[in-house]
């Protein structure tokens, strides 16, 4: 099995788990009285989906670990293998009561996690929208399909690149918790793009794959690290995004250059057409 095998494995096993994370969707509206790693309340569709594809990723040969959002620590496969899957479950389900767009991302690293941007071989997301559609990033080209009601996957994109005149962009984080630096960029972006936040970064970031523009998670007053996590959705969506052809950023760099100190850190994030992505890091170098 090469490693493009291993990778090709590993979305096909999250494009069939796509149709039963959302027939599961319904029934699982309801708060468990638990707290994920880094505090948010956890739904019961969180738990189902991270439980769905831990079984079904670490059957994969040469999956060596999952790691996710949802559980403490890194769980080892039985035998040994030399990629590592990093996963948010269920991206944006506080969405789900409100029945609103959430996702599934990926990451496949070539190092144990918490691993570097750079260990990242592949990534892709699930989007669970009127259409369930699948976006994956690999050997520097990134493709769309449609996800069918079997799990299988009919391309329909093969070298998805940003468009080069931006339209849209969407913030996150209440404004009164915005640096005035990062405020001051937000006054300039809004007289040129059009506002779109839809509170599930999957989502958000897909509208600016689609249309081109900026999403942004910054670091807020109360919280200089963001509300995103690193290795589970700062890395692979930074990838994603990169290898279409655009930028992603901590604020001063590219998300891809950050190497995490432990599994569950969060950080600043921002992705979207360089142009952007530069004017960010201008902007909040002051
Ligand atoms: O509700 P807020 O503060 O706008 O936060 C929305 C952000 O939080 C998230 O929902 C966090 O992801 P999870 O749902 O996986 O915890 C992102 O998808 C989204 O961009
Ligand atoms: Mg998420
Ligand atoms: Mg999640």
Request: glycine share 12%; aromatic share 6%; proline share 5%.
């Amino acid at each position: 099995m090469t490693a493009s095998d291993t990778v090709e494995a590993v979305f096909k096993a999250v494009a069939a788990s796509a149709p039963d994370v959302r027939d599961g969707l319904a029934g699982r509206r309801v708060y468990e009285s638990t707290d994920n790693p880094t505090g948010d309340r956890q739904l019961a569709a969180d738990v189902y989906a991270d439980e769905l594809l831990e079984e079904r990723l670490l059957e994969i040969k040469r999956v060596g670990g999952y790691a996710s959002e949802e559980r403490e620590s890194v769980i080892e496969a039985e035998a040994e293998g030399e990629y590592h899957v990093a996963c948010d479950p269920l991206d944006g389900s506080s969405n789900l009561r409100s029945n609103n767009t959430m996702g599934t991302l990926v990451g496949v690293y070539e190092e144990p996690l918490p691993a570097a941007g750079r260990d990242l071989v592949a990534s892709g997301f699930v989007l669970y929208g009127p259409i369930t559609t699948m976006v994956t990033a690999r050997e520097g080209t990134v493709t769309e399909s449609v996800i069918g009601d079997d799990g299988t996957r009919r391309t329909v994109e093969t070298d998805l690149t940003l468009p080069g005149a931006p339209t849209v962009y969407g913030f996150g984080g209440r404004v009164p918790q915005w640096s005035g630096e990062f405020a001051g960029y937000v006054e300039t972006v809004a007289e040129e793009l059009k506002l779109r936040y839809g509170g599930a970064m999957i989502g958000d970031v897909n509208q600016v794959l689609t249309y081109g523009g900026i999403f942004g998670y910054p670091g807020l007053e109360d919280r200089p690290e963001g509300k995103l996590r690193l290795l589970f959705e700062g890395h692979p969506i930074a990838h994603i995004v990169e290898t279409a052809g655009g930028g992603s950023s901590d604020g001063e760099r590219s998300l891809l250059e950050s190497v995490p100190e432990s599994l569950h850190e969060r950080t600043p994030l921002f992705v979207g057409n360089e142009e952007y992505v530069d004017r960010l890091e201008a902007a909040l170098s002051g």
